[in-house]
């Protein structure tokens, strides 16, 4: 199992766009043995410390192995709408784990 931790924030204004992709890219982890377990949009009363900008979303997300992991980043069908995650993500910071 490996588990893939996301920062992401979007460019200004992009939000529509921003749930546009997610609509269509949360339901293909299911493809590759993956599973969203949190999709968390914090706001400033949720946050009790910070040394970094706080994200527009974080999502954990799960998979069976690095292989599904990297099939999922490699689907055909998600990259022809890698557009919308180009025009409304300004950027992310991707953490991967394991259970320990």
Do not use: C, W
């Amino acid at each position: 199992m490996i588990y893939i931790t996301q920062l992401i924030y979007l460019i200004e204004g992009q939000e529509a766009i921003f749930n546009q992709f997610e609509a269509l890219a949360i339901p293909s982890i299911l493809k590759y043995k993956g599973r969203l377990m949190l999709r968390i949009r914090p706001d400033k009363n949720s946050v009790i410390e910070k040394n970094i900008e706080t994200p527009y979303e974080i999502h954990l997300v799960e998979f069976d192995s690095q292989e599904d992991f990297d099939n999922f980043k490699n689907d055909k069908e998600r990259k022809k709408f890698l557009h919308l995650k180009e025009k409304s993500i300004r950027s992310s910071l991707l953490i991967q784990g394991r259970k320990v």
